[in-house]
């Protein structure tokens, strides 16, 4: 599994990192951390000088995305229990590390070789940048910090998670808590049967969580007839042979209100995207969940 974590030197984002770290122990993951700069932002003042090789870990922990970077690489390390013993560096690696406004020059950096971490940097628009990484990677599965903007909880431009999920081809995951071990999932689903690829993610993050799995399914009407699909019952009776314990749950009521109820409960809530034939749109109860700081994989 090839996974992207945003980070951006906040909570949330060292949040999202820690659980790839915890992804990353039970299966050949690959991931990469990504900072990008804001374009024409002035974030620093100190002046250091232009250098192309052999940046010094004195020169680059003054550089605020590379410590970024660096406190994300350390907490993946500690979060997939890599052994430090006998471990050595690895080799030179380019990074873009900003030397002056808005000038960005490929610079040298020196990593551990086994880690399966690696540092990216990007300039520009960041929601807009990190759709162009996801296509230039070719992602599985893209982790970002919840991010909430006062009095303008909905902004495509200033919520970069909304913007991502909204256009982003691969699953998306919001965090916004931590996710600790042996925390309920709860996997949402409506008259779309959710994608195999997102299924075994699920599985997957259940497996390293040791988390038991609720499947909800939420109606306006209560309606005793109701039966999941035949690929949902067979992706239960699938999990549970995997020694999953796995609760089929059927509810009535509001469904946004019926999710944002529950969510608070489960270290994961997943969702489809839930609207048709509406390009760069979210539904109703995947947009509520998303913005409420509780943590989502959106399905693709």
Same mark, same amino acid.
């Given at each position: 599994?090839?996974?992207?974590?945003?980070?951006?030197? @906040? #909570?949330?984002? &060292?949040?999202?990192?820690?659980?790839a770290g915890k992804f990353a122990c039970t299966t050949s993951s690959e991931a990469s951390f990504l900072f990008v700069q804001r374009h024409r932002t002035h974030t620093r003042t100190e002046k250091i000088?232009?250098?192309?090789?052999?940046i010094s870990v004195d020169l680059w922990r003054q550089v605020p995305e590379m410590k970024y970077l660096l406190e994300a690489e350390g907490i993946f390390k500690e979060a997939r229990e890599w052994d430090k013993k006998g471990a050595e560096l690895g080799e030179l690696h380019s990074a873009f590390v900003r030397v002056g406004?808005?000038?960005?020059?490929?610079g040298k950096v020196q990593l551990g070789s086994d880690t399966g971490a690696h540092l990216r940097s990007r300039l520009g628009v960041p @929601? #807009?940048?990190? &759709?162009l990484e996801l296509e230039d990677g070719q992602y599985d599965l893209v982790m970002l910090g919840a991010h909430r903007i006062p009095g303008c909880p909905w902004s495509e431009i200033e919520h970069g998670p909304l913007y991502v999920a909204q256009r982003a081809q691969c699953p998306v995951m919001v965090i916004g808590k931590e996710f600790a071990e042996g925390q309920l999932v709860l996997v949402c689903?409506?008259?779309?049967?959710?994608?195999?690829?997102?299924?075994?993610?699920?599985?997957i993050i259940a497996t390293r969580m040791k988390s038991d799995i609720e499947v909800l399914a939420v109606h306006r009407r209560a309606d005793s007839s109701f039966q999941f699909s035949p690929k949902v019952s067979s992706m239960i009776d699938t999990w549970s042979v995997s020694s999953?314990?796995?609760t089929p749950k059927v509810v009535a009521g509001d469904p946004v209100t019926v999710v944002l109820e529950m969510a608070p409960n489960y270290g994961l809530t997943v969702c489809s995207p839930g609207v048709k034939h509406k390009k760069d749109r979210l539904g109703k109860v995947t947009k509520s969940v998303l913005c409420s700081h509780f943590n989502l994989l959106i399905a693709r």
């Amino acid at each position: 599994m090839k996974t992207l974590v945003c980070i951006d030197g @906040q #909570e949330n984002a &060292l949040k999202a990192v820690r659980l790839a770290g915890k992804f990353a122990c039970t299966t050949s993951s690959e991931a990469s951390f990504l900072f990008v700069q804001r374009h024409r932002t002035h974030t620093r003042t100190e002046k250091i000088p232009p250098q192309t090789m052999g940046i010094s870990v004195d020169l680059w922990r003054q550089v605020p995305e590379m410590k970024y970077l660096l406190e994300a690489e350390g907490i993946f390390k500690e979060a997939r229990e890599w052994d430090k013993k006998g471990a050595e560096l690895g080799e030179l690696h380019s990074a873009f590390v900003r030397v002056g406004d808005g000038v960005f020059e490929v610079g040298k950096v020196q990593l551990g070789s086994d880690t399966g971490a690696h540092l990216r940097s990007r300039l520009g628009v960041p @929601q #807009e940048e990190i &759709l162009l990484e996801l296509e230039d990677g070719q992602y599985d599965l893209v982790m970002l910090g919840a991010h909430r903007i006062p009095g303008c909880p909905w902004s495509e431009i200033e919520h970069g998670p909304l913007y991502v999920a909204q256009r982003a081809q691969c699953p998306v995951m919001v965090i916004g808590k931590e996710f600790a071990e042996g925390q309920l999932v709860l996997v949402c689903v409506g008259e779309k049967d959710p994608a195999e690829s997102t299924l075994e993610l699920v599985k997957i993050i259940a497996t390293r969580m040791k988390s038991d799995i609720e499947v909800l399914a939420v109606h306006r009407r209560a309606d005793s007839s109701f039966q999941f699909s035949p690929k949902v019952s067979s992706m239960i009776d699938t999990w549970s042979v995997s020694s999953l314990k796995v609760t089929p749950k059927v509810v009535a009521g509001d469904p946004v209100t019926v999710v944002l109820e529950m969510a608070p409960n489960y270290g994961l809530t997943v969702c489809s995207p839930g609207v048709k034939h509406k390009k760069d749109r979210l539904g109703k109860v995947t947009k509520s969940v998303l913005c409420s700081h509780f943590n989502l994989l959106i399905a693709r």
